[in-house]
């Protein structure tokens, strides 16, 4: 059975960094496109970034610039740094992947993590 597992939330003053982390368990091929998405209270899950296996990264306009997604394939985790963070990017962040082309269309993610809280103050 296929897991993501996330970690590295927590809570920080705006302007501050984290870093998340995403292991995947029970794929021994890699995925393909690998991804962050978020939720905040009240609102829509959104895309925030991603990357395919050869490391061609897709960000959303509200996160260029400040965050930077990588993996390590051959240990399939999935890393998400977080720079100059504002109370906006508070959310739950969730690790997603898919085994398909085309990592900036946010629907085709299919396998999901639980996701972990990130809390940026003011």
């Known amino acids: 059975q296929v897991q993501l597992v996330e970690s590295g939330g927590g809570s920080v003053q705006a302007g501050g960094s984290l870093s998340l982390s995403c292991a995947a368990y029970?794929?021994?091929?890699?995925?393909?496109?690998m991804g962050w998405f978020r939720q905040a209270s009240g609102k829509e899950r959104e895309g925030v970034a991603g990357?395919?296996?050869?490391?061609?990264?897709t960000y959303a306009d509200s996160v260029k610039g400040r965050f930077t997604i990588s993996r390590d394939s051959a240990k399939n985790i999935l890393y998400l740094q977080m720079n100059n963070l504002k109370p906006d990017d508070t959310a739950m962040y969730y690790c997603?992947?898919?085994?398909?082309?085309?990592?900036?269309?946010?629907?085709?993610?299919?396998?999901w993590g639980q996701g972990t809280q990130v809390t940026v103050s003011s």
């Open positions: 029970g794929y021994d091929y890699g995925f393909y496109c």
């Open positions: 997603a992947a898919h085994g398909r082309a085309s990592c900036s269309v946010w629907s085709k993610y299919n396998v």
């Open positions: 990357i395919d296996i050869y490391g061609t990264t």
